[in-house]
């Protein structure tokens, strides 16, 4: 268990991808910050499975992540509970679909406060911790689209196209300090973030709920198959390894061929 005795905070964890990250390092032995929005006592639940089931502590950081300074103490708060933040996993994130004219102000702001400027407020907060102990582990959920577009996604492929640049530059920062800074881009996985687009999808292009699945999203995946939140966790569990210290500043694509078009 490489993780034991470490400390992972991963935003955006109380749902899809972010809940299977955090799972999969509170089972190899760290104790995890989970984060994001929700039920209470479904959170609480989780919360407290994650513990018995993993042996490990779990904190749950109620911080919302359009709020730079509830993203700067959430970080503060784990390296007082836990006395360290090793992996700082970036994964929350929205998503709103439209075309750029019909595009709302404040849907556009709110996606790139969440899937873009609270990456920089939490990793510019980790970082001197992370330093100090030299070593650490930034794991930012990009997306395909962090490499290349699609209509009426302005917004997310902005912030998305962001984060690649944040995490190549954090990288070249902090490479001399044993602490790797990358970028995981997913094609589509079914989660509920996919799952919510689907109307807006269907209304921007005039299709139905099928169509959208076969016509949109898989039809950029040459493998037809949704990518699992289980392949990601994989990835990110190997990042967090020894094995991986030299893997930094890349861009690593899990999307079913998507990107080799
Ligand atoms: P999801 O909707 O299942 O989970 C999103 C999480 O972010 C939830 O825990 C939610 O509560 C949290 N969140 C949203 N707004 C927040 C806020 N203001 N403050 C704190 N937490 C907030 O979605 P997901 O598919 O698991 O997405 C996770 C990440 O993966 C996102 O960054 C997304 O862009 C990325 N991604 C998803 C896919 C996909 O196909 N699902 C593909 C590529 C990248």
New binding site residues.
């Given amino acids: 268990m490489s993780l034991q005795s470490k400390v992972a905070v991963v ?10 990250l955090a799972r999969t390092f509170a089972k190899d032995g760290a104790n995890v910050v ?5 039920d209470a006592a479904a959170i609480e639940k989780e919360r407290a499975g994650i513990e018995s089931e993993f042996g490990v502590k779990c904190l749950y950081s ?6 730079g300074e ?1 993203v700067t103490e959430m970080i503060r708060t784990a390296e007082k509970q836990f006395g360290r933040v090793d992996v700082l996993v ?6 709103h679909v439209a075309p750029i004219e019909d595009f709302p102000d404040d849907k556009f702001e ?1 996606i790139i ?3 873009l400027l ?1 990456a920089f407020y939490a990793t510019k907060a980790a970082v001197p911790g992370m330093k100090a102990r030299g070593w650490g582990r930034i794991i930012n ?5 962090a490499l290349v577009a699609s209509p009426f996604k302005s917004a ?1 492929v902005a ?2 196209h962001g ?1 690649a640049g944040l995490t190549k530059t954090v990288a070249l920062e902090v490479a001399t300090h044993h602490i790797t800074a990358n970028a ?11 799952e ?1 687009q689907i109307p807006d999808t269907m209304k921007a292009r005039n299709m139905t709920k099928e169509q959208v699945i076969s016509d949109v ?1 898989l039809e950029a995946q040459p493998t037809k198959e ?2 699992t ?1 289980d392949q ?1 966790s994989a990835l990110a569990l190997f990042l967090t390894s020894d094995a991986a210290a030299s893997i930094t500043g890349a861009m690593l694509s899990i ?1 079913g061929g998507w990107t080799a078009h």
Avoid: E
Avoid at 34 to 38: K, L, P, R
Avoid at 90 to 95: D, S, V
Avoid at 141 to 145: D, Q
């Fill in positions: 935003t955006g964890s109380t749902s899809g991808i972010g809940l299977a989970i984060n994001g929005f929700g109620p911080a919302d992540m359009s709020k509830q970036n994964n929350a994130g929205i998503q709110a406060r969440i899937n609270a959920t990009a997306s395909a689209h997310y912030a998305k984060i995981i881009c997913p094609g589509y996985v079914w989660t509920p973030l996919v919510h999203l949704f990518v939140v990601i999307d």
